[in-house]
């Protein structure tokens, strides 16, 4: 099991920029996948970036060159740096992980652990 915690969530005008930082509980087995969703009031939760563990990155396409995902191993941390925040942006973000080799999609299914999401509110 991993326990995931994610931090960095507030509130922006548009136009600005915050980071979330997730945190596991241990390091994850080397064909991880980490991902971040979000969901906005009333809606589905949907992906919004993963990173799999060649470092690749795969990014929703309302996020593409705003959004940034990275990951530190060493400190089992994996970070999403968010610019241009739009208001649109706003929801509850959640930070996931998956164990599963090869598999690394933009959708809750492809993943097994959560974090109790993080609130991210663009006005």
């Known amino acids: 099991h991993v326990q995931l915690v994610e931090s960095g969530g507030g509130s922006v005008q548009a136009g600005g920029s915050l980071r979330l930082s997730c945190v596991a509980s241990r390091s994850l087995y080397s064909g991880a996948c980490v991902g971040w969703l979000r969901q906005a009031p009333g809606k589905e939760r949907v992906g919004v970036a993963a990173?799999?563990?060649?470092?690749?990155?795969n990014y929703a396409d309302p996020v593409k060159g705003r959004f940034t995902i990275s990951k530190d191993n060493a400190n089992n941390t994996v970070n999403l740096m968010m610019n241009s925040l739009k208001p649109e942006d706003t929801g509850t973000y959640y930070c996931a992980a998956s164990e599963r080799s090869g598999i690394c999609a933009l959708a809750e299914w492809a993943f097994t652990y959560w974090g109790q999401g993080t609130q991210v509110t663009v006005s």
């Open positions: 990173i799999d563990s060649d470092g690749i990155a």
